[in-house]
């Protein structure tokens, strides 16, 4: 089995606890934000290709939540799942992506779901802040 770093909140001793705030992103993974350029949602774009290459996204919400956890930094150690160069857009350069399983929990409620993590070094033109988690 392949171990792998998860974040936010469990009684599991193996997961790692970060606190943090929900924040409002641009709504471009959703496709809700007014100046997408992606009305479906750059998600529900990706989706077909992810699935292709061994993760099937369709059991989750095509949106992320976004996560503050400042002063704490984010970094993807040992992903489950990382897919390298997807050209899921014909009007973008090809990215990597890379996800890991991870829990939320708000009050007594608690979700299962993945972080969603753009390698940034693969879209310069998007600045990907290390305190936001994309859950």
Not at 75 to 95: D, G, N
Not at 126 to 133: K, R, V
């Amino acid at each position: 089995m392949v171990r792998y770093r998860q974040l936010l909140a469990s009684e599991d001793p193996a997961w790692t606890y970060v606190s943090g705030k929900l924040r409002s992103g641009y709504g471009v993974a959703s496709g809700r934000g007014v100046d997408s350029p992606y009305p479906e949602g750059t998600i529900a774009l990706q989706t077909p290709y992810f699935k292709e290459l061994g993760l099937d996204l369709t059991p989750y919400y095509p949106g992320t939540l976004n996560i503050l956890i400042a002063p704490a930094q984010f970094q993807m150690i040992q992903p489950q799942w990382t897919f390298p160069l997807v050209h899921w857009y014909p009007a973008s350069c090809p990215e990597t992506f890379s996800f890991s399983p991870c829990q939320v929990k708000s009050g007594d409620h608690l979700a299962s779901g993945l972080i969603y993590y753009p390698h940034p070094e693969t879209k310069p033109e998007h600045f990907q802040d290390p305190q936001l988690l994309k859950y």
